[in-house]
Antibody
Framework: QVQLVESGGGVVQPGGSLRLSCAAS????????MHWVRQAPGKGLEWVAF????????DYADSVKGRFTISRDNSKNTLYLQMNSLRPEDTAMYYC???????????????WGKGATVTVSS | QTVVTQEPSFSVSLGGTVTLTCALN?????????PTWYQQTPGQAPRTLIH???GRSSGVPDRFSGSILGNKAALTITGAQADDESDYYC??????????FGGGTKLTVL
């Protein structure tokens, strides 16, 4: 059974940094790409970033490009999201999502973790 | 700027049929956008219902179906149940690894 457990959320001041982790189990982690998706309080979903199974390909939403970095450690079955220069509008629940390949270089968001809360406030 | 639009709210009678849609401001939605649909109840993580226009995810009841209707992606619920009352989100693939979500539809089952 696929399990994705996010951690590392918390309260941080504007301009600060935070690193989220996602511990994966129940599947062969290094065979699958992974996404991060966020949801601001009372708002809709926003795709944030994707990383290919081997870490060789990464994509970002314009809203986080240059500030956030997605990475993975396949030896630890763990996905990361390094968030720098945080802004109040980055306040959200951040979901780790297992991807599933549907076409060449196209991976949709399949199985979701329960999320970690990030609050950016002074 | 790419904007994906969904109906903000919709209601359906218990046992009835409802179709939710997902539109693109700059283009018609096609299968090349790999429309994907999610269901989310308050306080819970989203659950995948439909991928690649009409591919039903494992464990999803067959009363949920996806399609392209005209220039939009569509999610149809046939024989709505009380526990279908949820928020529904579509997402479209825009190329170059980029996905864009719609604003979501709040479905009420009467």
């Amino acid at each position: 059974q696929v399990q994705l457990v996010e951690s590392g959320g918390g309260v941080v001041q504007p301009g600060g940094s935070l690193r989220l982790s996602c511990a994966a189990s129940g599947f062969t982690f290094n065979d699958y790409g992974m996404h991060w998706v966020r949801q601001a309080p009372g708002k809709g979903l926003e795709w944030v970033a994707f990383i290919r199974y081997d870490g060789g390909d990464k994509d970002y939403a314009d809203s986080v490009k240059g500030r956030f970095t997605i990475s993975r450690d396949n030896s630890k079955n763990t996905l990361y999201l390094q968030m720098n220069s945080l802004r109040p509008e980055d306040t959200a629940m951040y979901y780790c999502v297992k991807a599933k390949k549907i076409a060449a270089k196209i991976y949709y968001m399949d199985v979701w973790g329960k999320g970690a809360t990030v609050t950016v406030s002074s | 700027q790419t904007v994906v639009t969904q109906e903000p709210s919709f209601s359906v009678s218990l046992g009835g049929t409802v179709t939710l849609t997902c539109a693109l401001n700059s283009d018609s939605v096609s299968t090349s956008h790999y429309p994907t649909w999610y269901q989310q109840t308050p306080g819970q993580a989203p659950r995948t219902l439909i991928h690649s226009t009409n591919g039903r995810s494992s464990g999803v009841p067959d009363r949920f179906s996806g399609s392209i209707l005209g220039n939009k992606a569509a999610l149809t619920i046939t024989g709505a149940q009380a526990d279908d009352e949820s928020d529904y989100y579509c997402v479209l693939y825009m190329g170059s690894g980029i996905w864009v979500f719609g604003g979501g539809t709040k479905l009420t089952v009467l």
